[in-house]
Structure formats: C-alpha cells, structure tokens
C-alpha cells in the first residue's frame, strides 16, 4: 500500500489511500461471493477455489516485483518492501484512524466467521452463495461508506 502511495506522487496521496482501501474492502468482499458461487457450481469446490486462490496472489506478487518506484528524497532506490514512517503532525490522524478501523475490522471478522452458520439457521438454506453474498454486501457498504465520509474527514483531519 505504501508503495501504491509513492508511485501516485505528490497531491494524491489522499486519493491513493482512499483507492487502496476500497480496493481492499472490495476484494474482501468478492472473495467470499466468489467462494460462494464457485462451492455451489463446480464439482470438486475446494480445490478450485484454492487454485483461483493461488493465480491471483501469483498476479499480484508478479505486479508488485515489476513496481517501479520513484526514487526516495535522497535519490536512493527503495525498496518494494518497507515500512512507512508517519510524520509526528499526522500521529493523531492515524491513531484515530486505528481506533476506528479496528473495531470494524474485528466486527468483520466475527461477521465472516460466524455469518455462513448464522444465514443457515435464520434462512433454512445450505446454499453457500448466500453467505458469500451478504459478504459482499457488507464490504460493499464499508467501501460506500469510505466515500461518504471521505470529504467530511479529510476537511476535519487535514
């Protein structure tokens, strides 16, 4: 993510971030609707899924080796692996970032762990697309909501 930030440059840092995080929630949640559909139409699901599990994280390490970052303030190359530093001004922002992502991150993970089991028992069906599916409608309210709120923080933040 760090990296995706540099190689937007200076100005869209904000932008980039905002990307990245939508990328993330979404493909959080097509995962899960992918799984779901693909448990439900093909024979033989866990494998498939493991496979289309294996070729995207294959595509994204391929994209990320390729990166061409632009060289740091000191014109050394960095690295395509780093951690970013945050500037003492903006600490706060990103501790209240932390304080608010993380119990969303948490109510997620409760959510995805016990929805499937849930969804049976509430909708008297074994079909595995729906739990996939309110997966999916749940990512996609989070990353609705990041471009609801993404003015009104910015403004507040920045």
Same mark, same amino acid.
């Given at each position: 993510m760090a &990296?995706?930030?540099d190689l937007a440059g200076t100005g869209l840092e /904000?932008? &980039?971030a905002l990307a990245l995080s939508s990328a993330m929630v979404l493909g959080a949640g097509t995962g899960p609707l992918l799984a779901g559909v693909l448990s439900e139409a093909l024979p033989g699901p866990t494998v498939t899924i493991f496979v289309?599990?294996?070729v995207l994280l294959a595509s994204a390490l391929v994209v990320v080796v390729r990166m061409r970052l632009p060289p740091d303030r000191s014109g050394a190359a960095r690295a395509w692996v780093r951690v970013p530093a945050v500037h003492? &001004?903006?600490?706060a922002a990103v501790l209240l970032g932390i304080a608010v992502f993380a119990p969303g991150i948490t109510a997620t993970s409760?959510?995805?762990s016990l929805g499937p089991s849930v969804l049976v028992e509430l909708l008297a069906t074994t079909d595995r697309t729906v739990a996939g599916a309110a997966a999916f409608?749940?990512?996609l309210a989070a990353a609705g909501v990041q471009f609801a709120v993404h003015r009104p923080v910015? /403004?507040?933040c920045w």
């Amino acid at each position: 993510m760090a &990296a995706v930030t540099d190689l937007a440059g200076t100005g869209l840092e /904000r932008l &980039a971030a905002l990307a990245l995080s939508s990328a993330m929630v979404l493909g959080a949640g097509t995962g899960p609707l992918l799984a779901g559909v693909l448990s439900e139409a093909l024979p033989g699901p866990t494998v498939t899924i493991f496979v289309v599990e294996i070729v995207l994280l294959a595509s994204a390490l391929v994209v990320v080796v390729r990166m061409r970052l632009p060289p740091d303030r000191s014109g050394a190359a960095r690295a395509w692996v780093r951690v970013p530093a945050v500037h003492p &001004a903006g600490r706060a922002a990103v501790l209240l970032g932390i304080a608010v992502f993380a119990p969303g991150i948490t109510a997620t993970s409760f959510v995805l762990s016990l929805g499937p089991s849930v969804l049976v028992e509430l909708l008297a069906t074994t079909d595995r697309t729906v739990a996939g599916a309110a997966a999916f409608v749940m990512f996609l309210a989070a990353a609705g909501v990041q471009f609801a709120v993404h003015r009104p923080v910015s /403004r507040w933040c920045w």
